[in-house]
């Protein structure tokens, strides 16, 4: 038989150089995994914002009904009242993204307010531009155009202009 000795296995600090090393790569890595999620969650959030406004038209034609748009900045939230419907139907902002702004403005505390909007059937849908941001100041821009009566999802070039986009 043989004995085993004191060569075989690994000693703690071969043991613990690893653990340091995987420590390391994790920190490394862990801003740009944290990045990333926060442009899965705006990409979510201009999506569900973009489809909010798609559904309030398309309502609106469908029933032959007003429908009231209400978009609530301090609740991240977007809720559609269709004429003589007894629900509401909400759409709410994911964790880590806020409605920065409303344009176009119509007073100058406009962060805090609610907005109201109405759809009419067969009628142009207003102009509107919604501004989300993230935490990091990363934004995008959901534009209703009342052209095409679509809302498109625009990417906003944070380090030039704030109007400029990508």
Known sequence: MRRRGAE?????LEMLLVVGVIGLMAAISFPSFSAGLDGLR????????ASALNVAINTA??????????????ENR???????????????IPPGIRIRRILPALY???????????VYP???PPQ?????????????????????GAARVMDVNVNANANTKK
């Open 78 to 92: 977007i809720v559609l009242r269709a004429a003589e419907s007894r629900r509401d139907q909400f759409f709410t």
């Open 128 to 148: 509107l531009i919604v501004e989300l941001e993230t935490q990091r100041g990363s934004m995008r821009q959901v534009k209703l155009d009342p052209i095409t």
């Open 108 to 118: 100058l505390d406009e962060a805090k307010k609610d907005r109201y909007l109405i």
């Open 42 to 49: 705006l990409r979510s959030a201009s999506t569900t914002v």
């Open 61 to 74: 034609d469908r029933r032959q009904a007003p429908v009231q748009v209400l978009i609530q900045p301090l």
């Open 122 to 124: 067969n009628g142009a």
């Open 8 to 12: 075989s296995g690994v000693t703690l």
